[in-house]
C-alpha cells in the first residue's frame, strides 16, 4: 500500500473544532500522482515491497532528458513529471506504470501525517537571525557592536576555533520534516487538503506526506470554518422500502416462476391409510368375576364332641 504522497503548498489559514478551539491550518494542493516505474521485489531481503518511482508535477518534455523523454512516450504521457522520487510500496503485486493515484487512495480524514520539506532560503544571515544571539550592549560606545556574535576562540591552549561553532553564514534552503500534524479536511473537487499546523518551505513548494498510521479524529466546526455543511444521509422510508421489494420481485424471470408454478401442481403421492383398529376388549375369567368377598377362605367348623 502507498503511504507516501506529494503535494504544493498553497496557504495559511484558520479553522475552528466542534470545542471551540482555534485551530492553525495549512492549505495545500493535492493533484494526481503517477507511477513512472516499479522494480520486482528481493523475497529474500524484504516482505512484498516495492520500489516504486512516483512522478509530481508538470513541466515541458523539451527540457528532461532524451532518455527520459523515450520512457514517457511509452506511458504516453504529454508532460513531463517536475519531480520524480523513489518510495517503498507493500503490496501483493506491484502497481502498473502510468497509474494516476489521487489523495483519497492514500489519505482520509483523521490521518496522523509528517511533512517533509525544505525550508525557505534566507541567503547570508547574521547569529542575531541566524541563530537568535541576543548581541552586545547598544550603550557605552558600542557603535557596531550591538549584533555581533562576540569572542569566539579561546587561549593558546587550543589556540583554533572548534567546528561546529555558531557563526554568521548561509541561512535555510535545508530539508525540515514536521511530525505529528493531522488531516483536517480533503476537497476532492478542488484537490485541496488541509493539515494542522504550519509547513515548511515557500508557497507553492513541494511536501512530501508520509502516512504514519494512526488515526486522531478532529471535527471541525463546518460554518466556522467556512466549509458547507455535509448533507445529510437518507433515511429509509415506507415507500422506498416497498419500491425496493417490488424491484426485487420484478427481478424473478419467468422461467423460475414456471418452476414455481411446476412444483405447485405437481401430484404428490398420498401417504398410506393407516386402519383404526379398536383395541381388544378382554372378558374377565370365572375366577376374576367373583367378588372379593368369595375370594377369601372361609373359617373351618369343628365339632366337639363330649364324652359320656
Known amino acids: ?33 503517477i507511477i513512472l ?39 504516453k504521457l504529454k508532460t ?22 489521487s489523495v483519497d487512495q492514500v489519505l482520509s480524514v483523521g490521518d496522523v501525517v509528517e511533512v517533509q520539506g525544505t525550508t525557505k532560503g534566507h541567503g547570508f544571515a547574521g547569529v542575531v537571525k541566524r541563530y537568535g544571539f541576543a548581541g552586545g550592549p547598544h550603550t557605552h560606545g558600542q557603535s557596531d557592536r550591538e549584533r555581533a556574535p562576540g569572542s569566539i576562540g579561546n587561549r593558546t591552549t587550543p589556540g583554533r576555533v572548534f567546528k561546529g561553532k ?21 476537497d476532492l473537487a478542488s484537490q485541496e487538503l488541509w493539515l494542522s499546523g504550519p509547513l515548511p518551505g515557500p508557497i507553492t513548494g513541494l511536501l512530501k506526506l508520509h502516512k504514519t498510521g494512526q488515526t486522531k479524529q478532529v471535527e471541525l466546526h463546518h460554518t466556522a470554518s467556512g466549509l458547507p455543511e455535509p448533507a445529510p444521509a437518507e433515511e429509509a422510508t415506507p415507500e422506498t422500502t416497498q419500491a425496493s421489494t417490488d424491484a426485487v420481485v420484478e427481478e424473478k424471470t419467468p ?10 401442481t405437481t401430484p404428490t403421492d398420498p401417504a398410506p391409510e393407516v386402519e383404526a383398529t379398536a383395541p381388544e376388549e378382554t372378558t374377565p375369567s370365572a375366577e376374576e368375576e367373583k367378588s372379593p368377598v368369595d375370594q377369601e377362605p372361609k373359617p373351618k367348623v369343628t365339632k366337639k364332641v363330649s364324652k359320656s
Open 1 to 33: 500500500m502507498l503511504s507516501d504522497f506529494f503535494v504544493t503548498k498553497s496557504a495559511m489559514s484558520q479553522a475552528w473544532s466542534k470545542d471551540g478551539r482555534r485551530l492553525c491550518v495549512t492549505k495545500v494542493k493535492c493533484a494526481d500522482n
Open 37 to 75: 516505474n516499479t522494480l520486482d521485489h528481493n523475497p529474500k531481503t524484504d516482505n512484498n515491497t516495492h520500489q516504486t518511482t512516483v512522478g509530481f508535477g508538470f513541466k515541458k518534455l523539451k527540457n528532461t532528458a532524451k532518455a527520459q523523454r523515450v520512457g514517457y512516450a511509452k506511458l
Open 255 to 264: 422461467e423460475a416462476t414456471e418452476e414455481v408454478k411446476s412444483e405447485e
Open 80 to 101: 513531463a513529471p517536475k519531480i520524480t522520487q523513489v518510495v517503498s510500496v507493500v503490496s501483493d503485486e506491484p502497481m502498473k506504470p502510468g497509474e494516476k493515484i
Open 166 to 186: 555558531r557563526m554568521p553564514g548561509h541561512y535555510g534552503v535545508v530539508t525540515k520534516t514536521i511530525k505529528g500534524l493531522v488531516v483536517l479536511h480533503i
